[in-house]
């Protein structure tokens, strides 16, 4: 079994077959690059898909697996027709275009859906063969969404972490994926997620909120079973590697190589993988505009364009590789003399050492993708070029914008802004890139590939260690048992359920949340087993109507009042006269906030924002809290948060002051306590250290155990009845 492991779509290596020879070698692309350096650890394992169809070596399947255990890779082999639907149909023919914002090249084609689910499974499968509940496992990428939660489902305290190198759309763009509910809930899976950006992250704790319901506080999504951490790690480099580069015997004879051929003309530089979200054919249109507005720059300056092929087999890309080669010939043809061609071409990989020397050796570096999770070339250019010489121009649409604040930030929707940029960057006086770059690179060195990779480890244990603040235990088993056997014992037991979100679950408007008639029955036959208090934040009337005909008590606005032998009776010396001060803010609020509103009961005034739009209701009902505070303080009141609501009342009333009225006046030999959401962690607080406290749902609490929902604590005070019958 392994201990770590991490997974991506693609291994860190690539077959390459030579005649009936397989060739190893590293794969092209910021995702395999970085992390090369990270699984370094003998226990640690890389799971993917080796770059070839099965049908490629199926004779040699087995040869090729032990040669790449070797390297520490285990392959996950997908065939030509898992590769159409997978690899070229979903993730880069609908999630690909649409997380970069090009909404007009996705697809939505139900095939592409079945295979990306299908081959997802195939990963979970491979790693469950080499992985236990103990494993720490790290998914990578957009390929892999639904494999967090394919893993829980058999893993569920393995440590999963997940990472997206790309950008999370907007809510407004995310919404449109017809299956955008099963990928949060396949994301949610993992303990951890990272992204590049804060706006990512603050795009993706949007969908959640907006399409499960899910809330976060300060990253932390807390759903009906589990807590999810939602941080960002800006993915980096291998800075000394590229720092060291320039000093490497083999990258100065390159160096030397090119200058011979170049003389002393300047160069520019643009290296991506062809993809049509590297706006490769807006730069090079404003290299061209560059030219003609700037005759001065003709035969002095040389643009050297890398091209890498990739995914050939969509469409756009096909397009894309025509438009540049088009593009390219023009501008060449147009402005190139017998000893200047303006543009250098090269449509193939480069090696590390040839990089290196092209990065070492370029004026100017062109980065101007049209939307990036990251672009790593960036950050390498920037950790290679002299600190004197070198000049990053950057897109503000790619995640490395967000740190390299220092470099010459572009719209690369603007032809204007390009050519200013061009024109600037190869003006800067010396000392202006010298301070620039010095920042950047201090920058890169102290926040390299292997901190990146080590925080979000360690976030991912922090993550676990929170987690179990939060894990009560499920009241089930040999607990459970022992829990029962002691109210068995017990000869004069006490009862103090909430009612919403615990004996009922949470519909749109309060007053429809009336009891069914099993819930009737179920207090009714446990008022003959033990003493029951039914202790809400709901009014009196309310309460009466529903329970009156029930030989049990009720408490109603968490405490003011106490219903006993069929009357209501006030538990202090309560006054309402600040209602007038409180209630002009409520409705300030209220106007502001469609679908929110106020709830008058004798001594409190509640807030209710579940029906308004999520984010705009989170939002006000934190501004309320906050407008509330100064206010509340000087009159005795209080703010308690509750499930979707505010609620303004007196300081000293509040479950637990309500439940020592019953424990004060009656000797209990077993004491339970259910309850949902905040006004119930009262109740937990005050009731003795041997009460038996339940929470309902999953959430931090002071409850000794949990249960999962409404149906589990009816089904649970169901055995109690039975256990005493
Ligand atoms: O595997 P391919 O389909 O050939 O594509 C290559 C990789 O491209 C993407 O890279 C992303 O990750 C980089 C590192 O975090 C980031 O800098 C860049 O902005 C992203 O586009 C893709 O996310 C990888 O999965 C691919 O392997
Ligand atoms: O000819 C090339 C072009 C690019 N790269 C590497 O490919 C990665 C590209 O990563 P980036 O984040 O810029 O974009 P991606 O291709 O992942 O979208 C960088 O690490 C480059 O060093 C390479 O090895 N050879």
């Not at 170049?262 to 290296?271: E, Q």
């Not at 049509?276 to 054919?281: A, Q």
């Not at 449509?347 to 990089?355: P, Y």
């Not at 809400?536 to 329970?547: M, V």
Request: proline share 4%; net charge negative; hydrophobic share 40%.
């Amino acid at each position: 079994m392994s201990r770590f492991i991490v997974v991506s779509n693609r291994l860190p290596v690539t077959i390459t077959q030579v005649e009936d020879q397989f060739r190893f070698e590293p794969s092209v692309g910021g995702l395999a690059t970085a992390l090369s350096s990270v699984v370094t650890n003998e226990s640690a394992l890389w799971l993917g898909w080796p770059g070839l169809p099965e049908e490629d070596f199926s004779g040699q399947k087995e040869e090729v697996k032990a040669s790449l255990l070797e390297l520490r890779c285990f392959p996950v082999c997908l065939s030509q027709e898992e590769l159409e639907t997978f690899y070229y149909g979903f993730s880069n023919r609908t999630l690909w275009p649409l997380f970069h914002y090009f909404l007009q090249y996705t697809i939505f084609d139900h095939r592409f859906w079945e295979g990306y689910r299908s081959v997802n499974e195939k990963y979970a499968e491979a790693i469950l063969s080499i992985a236990d509940e103990e494993a720490i496992i790290w998914i990578h990428d957009y390929q892999l969404l639904l494999l967090p939660g394919l893993l829980r489902e058999v893993l569920p305290r393995a440590t999963i972490g997940f990472f997206l190198h790309i950008p999370f759309p907007s809510y407004e763009v995310f919404r449109v994926l017809p299956w955008r509910r099963e990928i949060l809930e396949g994301l949610l899976g993992a303990d951890l997620i990272g992204f590049h950006t804060f706006d990512y992250a603050r795009h993706f704790l949007s969908s959640v909120r907006r399409l499960l319901g899910y809330e976060h506080e300060l990253g932390l999504i807390v759903t009906g079973t589990r807590a999810v951490k939602v941080e960002v790690f800006p993915i980096s480099i291998d800075y000394r590697k590229f720092s060291e580069a320039p000093a490497d015997q083999e990258v100065r004879d390159r160096i030397e190589k090119i200058r011979k051929e170049l003389g002393d003309r300047r160069i520019v530089l643009s290296v991506d993988r062809l993809d049509y979200t590297k706006g490769i054919p807006q730069r090079l249109l404003a290299f061209e505009a560059f030219l003609e507005r700037y005759p001065e720059f003709r035969e002095k300056v040389i643009l050297i364009l890398v091209g890498v092929p990739s995914r050939t087999e969509v469409e756009h890309y096909q397009e894309l590789k025509s438009e540049v080669d088009e593009l390219i010939g023009r501008i060449n043809g147009r402005f190139g003399t017998l000893g200047w061609t303006p543009i250098w071409y090269l449509s193939r990989v480069l090696h590390f050492k040839e990089l290196a020397a092209l990065y070492y050796l370029a004026d100017v570096a062109m980065v101007t993708p049209l939307r990036d999770g990251m672009n790593l070339i960036a950050k390498e250019y920037v950790a290679t070029v002299p600190e004197e010489k070198g000049t990053l121009i950057l897109s503000e649409m790619a995640g490395a914008a967000a740190e390299l604040s220092e470099a010459i930030l572009v719209n690369p929707f603007s032809l204007e802004d390009l050519v200013g940029a061009l024109k600037e960057a190869l003006s800067l006086p010396r000392d202006e890139r010298l301070v620039r770059n010095r920042r950047m690179k201090e920058r890169l060195r102290r926040y390299d590939i292997h901190r990146w990779a080590k925080e979000f480890v360690q976030a991912l244990g922090e993550v676990k260690k929170t987690q179990e603040n939060f894990v009560s235990f499920l009241l089930t088993g040999s607990e459970r048992q022992k829990v029962i056997s002691a109210f068995k014992r017990s000869e004069n037991p006490i009862f103090f359920l909430d009612y919403d979100g615990t004996l009922v679950s949470f519909v749109g408007r309060p007053e429809k949340a009336f009891p069914d008639p099993e819930l009737k029955d179920l207090l009714r036959g446990l008022s003959k087993v033990a003493r029951v208090v039914l202790i809400s934040g709901r009014d009196q009337e309310t309460l009466s109507n529903w329970f009156g005909d029930l030989p049990i008590s009720l408490v109603a606005e968490h405490g003011v009042f106490i219903w006993e032998d069929g009357k209501w009776f006030v538990t202090g010396d309560f006054t309402e006269d600040w209602k007038e001060t409180v209630r002009p803010v409520l409705e300030l609020y209220t106007d502001r906030t469609p679908g929110s509103f106020i709830e008058e009961k004798r001594y409190s005034l509640v807030w209710h924002y579940r029906l308004a739009e999520s984010e705009l209701g989170d939002m006000r009902a934190h501004e309320l809290k906050e407008a509330l505070l100064d206010l509340v303080h000087p009159l005795g009141l209080m703010v308690l948060e509750g499930n979707k609501v505010l609620e303004v009342k007196p300081r000293e009333i509040n479950k637990g002051e309500a439940a020592r009225y019953f424990l004060e006046r009656g000797t209990y030999d077993f004491i339970l306590a259910m309850g949902d959401d905040w006004t119930d962690e009262y109740l937990f607080e005050a009731l003795p250290s041997d009460s038996f406290t339940v929470k309902i749902g999953y959430g931090l609490t002071k409850a000794r155990y949990r249960l999962e929902n409404v149906k589990g604590a009816r089904q649970f005070l169901e055995e109690m009845i039975k256990a005493k019958s």
